[in-house]
T-cell receptor, first 113, second 115 residues
Framework: DQQVKQNSPSLSVQEGRISILNCDYT??????FLWYKKYPAEGPTFLIS?????DKNEDGRFTVFLNKSAKHLSLHIVPSQPGDSAVYFC????????????FGQGTRLTINP | DTGVSQDPRHKITKRGQNVTFRCDPI?????LYWYRQTLGQGPEFLTY????????KSRLLSDRFSAERPKGSFSTLEIQRTEQGDSAMYLC?????????????FGPGTRLTVT
């Protein structure tokens, strides 16, 4: 079963506008959430994370929102830049034990000039 | 930090052959993970080491797969009698339990093609 889902395989946004990437999860025990960005032929690069005790975390152009009641998180990128074009993965973790990451399928973001 | 490194970056092998991949984590990181990623999917957890101890293995890790982390430094992942279904990107990640944040840092991956 897919515990973390990204239902949009792709998203196209104009440069300078806001990009919103969405992620849903089913396991209410998850208590830590992360977003990674991946370019072709490279490993995933950590972007931003949020603990389940918070509902928002901001780092520069990137903001992650967590809605625990809806089991939903989103990543906002403002303003979007051409270098943001990549595949974005959300991941969830349990802070107890191995802290292994459970990933969604990814969303390919394309920023158009 | 010099980052997580993996070797080789690409491996093409014939079905039935054995292959071994190496991962060098960030030097002060005591946690090391292996993941596998297939086309169109996110990475899937395979196994986890805390220092030299292998503490968790996914049921994805069949008995043809073995991983080691001698002395708690680099790690190797060996696949015996490779099958075409083993073709994937194998990713290594590391983290530290002495931080207050919990992100894992990934290497560039080893792309395995089994012909």
């Amino acid at each position: 079963d897919q515990q973390v889902k990204q239902n949009s395989p792709s998203l196209s946004v104009q440069e300078g506008r806001i990009s919103i990437l969405n992620c849903d999860y089913t396991n209410s025990m998850f208590d830590y959430f992360l977003w990674y960005k991946k370019y072709p032929a490279e490993g995933p690069t950590f972007l931003i994370s949020i603990s389940s005790i918070k509902d928002k975390n901001e780092d520069g152009r990137f903001t992650v929102f967590l809605n625990k009641s809806a089991k939903h998180l989103s990543l906002h990128i403002v303003p979007s830049q051409p270098g943001d074009s990549a595949v974005y993965f959300c991941a969830a973790s349990l802070l107890q034990g191995a802290q292994k990451l459970v990933f969604g399928q990814g969303t390919r973001l394309t920023i158009n000039p | 930090d010099t980052g997580v490194s993996q070797d080789p970056r690409h491996k093409i092998t014939k079905r039935g052959q054995n292959v071994t991949f190496r991962c060098d984590p960030i030097s002060e990181h005591n946690r090391l993970y292996w993941y596998r990623q297939t086309l169109g999917q996110g990475p899937e957890f395979l196994t986890y080491f805390q220092n030299e101890a292998q503490l968790e293995k996914s049921r994805l890790l069949s008995d043809r797969f073995s991983a080691e982390r001698p002395k708690g430094s680099f790690s190797t992942l060996e696949i015996q009698r490779t099958e075409q279904g083993d073709s994937a990107m194998y990713l290594c990640a590391s983290s530290s339990d002495r931080r207050t944040t919990y992100e894992q840092y990934f290497g560039p991956g080893t792309r395995l093609t089994v012909t």
